[in-house]
């Protein structure tokens, strides 16, 4: 269709991350893939996805956001770095390392909070103000971490054996203020929120909704789960979960991972992207699917809406599959999206 | 309302039947196929909506799910294309139907020839056609006196101009035929009648004689190349006459008159009278056994192959046989090849020393006739004969009614749509077996609830087992302790080398 084109220089290898700069009218996103490079691109008025730059790293890239502005990226690498990059001067500084891959990076911009999630089960919170009092501080994880969403008052960590822990950023922040000194850094903090997920199975990803009421997560059995932060039981027995990403074959089921869950910034609905290739727009309130996308040519690996949510990227890449030694083959590729103006809008009643 | 109980129909017939543009399958009725249409190829596989037309699938695919409609769904790889606008049978471009009705005409004269070999071949006629038959060819006096016979009637033949005898007559004594034909197969059901009124007359006895007669003077006529069909019609009365007693004599007399003035042996001329009567004869003795027909049919076929299609063309015949036609008949020989017969088997078994040495006879004594003849009849002597050249096998006979080189060169066009059409079913067959091991292993795997339920109805019970078939899924990634990304990072390719840390560091 014409309002979606890919973009001319895909990385090379699958894409782990797409993210759009949060900041108004920035059509600049980050892209973090396992080819070692981290990708900065920006969509221009005439319908051009210019490569502005790229950044080569030790490790495939497993993650990247901004910072505090466009021109600062944050990038979680399978080398264990957690790292800054300056865009301007092309310059790297290693923040932080963990003992593990580093899975995901999110930036609290209210907060100025870069918290860094790996596979060594913890948390790196790093300050990222120059003024910062403190130095990255740590916190211990019950299980391996996967997926990390921020609103602009949580953090919600989904990890494995379907444990979802929710912190309050502000009680983050001044908790490290607080135990700056303390040894090794080490943060015993409770979460403000233990959760064992909706879900049956391994939680692919999470998001949470724009208005920091709660988040959608989703798992590797085609199946998504809506929960509101509010703990009060009128507000728990509001969430669901419902089943997606499925296609049937002869009479089985075939069912595939939600590798990806984006909310729309504006309208507050949410786009899944399943490892079946297709994009689906869906109505958290009314539980309603708006669109589905015609299926693309391989899994769907990201996803990210701008800030004015006019569009909407969408990174494929060749899924892992199970019984499979190596990656299948497929194509990686961005799709840029321009979303009319009712397209992901929520239906009026 | 009169029986039609032959399992193989009409060429008329198989030509008349409404097919599908994007998957050449037919069908006995337009509604049917207009259904099959919207349920294969405009349905929407999203929402499920049948549309009625492509261009309406697209449109619906366009406003209603945001997509392009690139390619038709189920459609032969060469007619998925948007390009054409199909709505049951109209709108299939002309070149297109030509090549169908050409694959048709292939396939049916296949099967024919399939039908001829399985059931006539390996034993041809009955006992008591051979009887007839065999002393008469066996005996070397016969032999010659029609050896004889021939060279005189081509040195005759030759005198009087091959052409003119040739068209001559032929004109005189088909264009009765030719009116005839058309007006009693439309009337097919009317047709049985018909031919008893002819029955009557001509009684075994007197025409006994002229078959004698035919089966030597036969071949002094090939050359004028009207040849081929006497001389087999020529060979088939006698066995012939056993079994249907009636059928093919009643024209004998109506034919036989007309010509003989044309010719200058009153006996010879019939076998040009009688290339139409064949084709004629066939249709009215739908069960009667092949075998009796089927040395008739080695020329009959040829014969009322160009008769078939030039007769098909008013397309008259069609609405009415359509009704006729029973849908499997035209399937069968096309994709199951020669084992398609289903009524071989049955068939009386017959002493299988007659044929050879008949056509062996006939084909000498073609041989130096004509080479076309030759040809059918080495054709002919292969009990199974490869579909190509089965088809080419009708060609030479082709030209007599003006159907020249044409279908020989689109027969293999014919042959390759076969060849889609036979894969694309091979493949559907696969798919389908496919499926079933797969929905059958999976309904032990899940819990069969407690019978609660007690005897639904059937359409309950169906639901039931959807929804059980349903709880079956097969998850493309199961691991539920390692992430994909963890799997790949343990990748050799992903893998990082800590001496690199140790140097940056």
Known sequence: MSNQYEVSEPPTDAISAIRFSPYADSHKFVVASWDKFAYLYEISDNKQCTLLNRFEHRAPVLDACFGKDDNEIFTACLDCDVRRIDVATSTQDVLSTHDAGVRSVAYSKEHSLLISAAWDSTLHIHPTSADAEWSTATITLPSKPFSLSMSPSKLVVAMSNRALHIYELSTLAEECKNTANALQNRLDIEPWQRRESSLKFMTRAVDCMPNDEGYASSSIEGRVAVEWFDPSTESQARKYAFKCHRQPEGEVDVVYPVNAIAFHPIHGTFATGGGDGVVAIWDAIAKRRIRIYPKLASSIAAMSFTSNGKILATAISPGFEDGKEDMAEGSVAILIRELGENEVKRKAK | MTKKKRGHPDIEEILARPWCYYCERDFDDLKILINHQKAKHFKCDRCGRRLNTAGGLNVHMNQVHKENLTAIENALPNRAGLDVEIFGMEGIPEDIVQQHNQRVLTNYHQGEAERRAATGNPASGIASNNAVKKPKFESPSDLKKRLAEHKAAKL??????????????????????????????????????????????????????????????????????????????????????????????????????????????????????????????????????????????????????????????????????????????????????????????????????????????????????????????????????????????????????????????????????????????????????????????????????????????????????????????????????????????????????????????
């Open chain 2, 156 to 505: 005759a033949a030759e005198q009087n101009g091959e052409g003119s005898s040739g068209a001559s007559t032929p004109i005189v004594g088909q264009a009765q035929p030719a009116a005839v034909q058309p007006s009693t197969q439309v009337a097919s059901p009317t047709y049985p009648p018909y031919q008893q009124s002819y029955a009557p007359p001509p009684s075994s006895t007197t025409f006994s004689a002229p078959t004698t007669y035919n089966q030597q003077p036969a071949l002094p006529y090939q050359p004028p190349g009207y040849g081929t069909p006497p001389t087999g019609y020529a060979q088939s009365p006698p066995p012939q006459q056993p079994p249907y007693g009636q059928p093919p004599q009643p024209y004998q007399p109506l034919y036989a008159q007309p010509p003989q003035p044309s010719f200058q042996q009153p006996p010879y001329p019939t076998p040009n009278a009688f290339s139409p009567p064949p084709y004629q004869g066939q249709p009215p003795f739908p069960n009667q056994p092949y075998q009796s027909q089927v040395p008739q049919n080695g020329y009959s076929g040829q014969v009322g192959a160009p008769r078939a299609y030039a007769s098909a063309s008013p397309a008259s015949p069609f609405p009415h046989q359509q009704r006729t036609h029973s849908p499997a008949q035209n399937g069968l020989p096309q994709r199951s090849g020669s084992g398609s017969l289903p009524t071989a088997p049955g068939l009386p078994q017959r002493p299988a020393v007659s044929a050879p040495p008949v056509n062996a006879a006939q084909f000498q004594q073609m041989h130096q006739g004509q080479i076309l003849v030759q040809h059918n009849f080495a054709a002919q002597s292969q009990p199974q004969p490869h579909p190509i050249p089965s088809s080419n096998e009708y060609n030479p006979a082709a030209p007599y009614v003006g159907m020249p080189r044409s279908l020989s060169n689109e027969a293999t066009a014919a042959s390759s749509i076969d060849d889609l059409i036979s894969s694309a079913s091979k493949q559907a067959d696969a798919n389908a077996a496919a499926n079933v091991p797969k929905a059958a292993t999976p309904k032990p795997t899940t819990p069969v609830p407690p019978a609660a339920k007690d005897e639904p109805a059937d359409d309950k019970a169906a639901k039931k087992d959807k929804d059980k078939a349903a709880k079956a899924t097969r998850l493309v990634y199961s691991d539920n302790e390692i992430s994909p990304e963890e799997k790949m990072a343990a990748m050799p390719k992903y893998a990082f080398m800590p001496s690199q840390k140790t140097v940056q560091v």
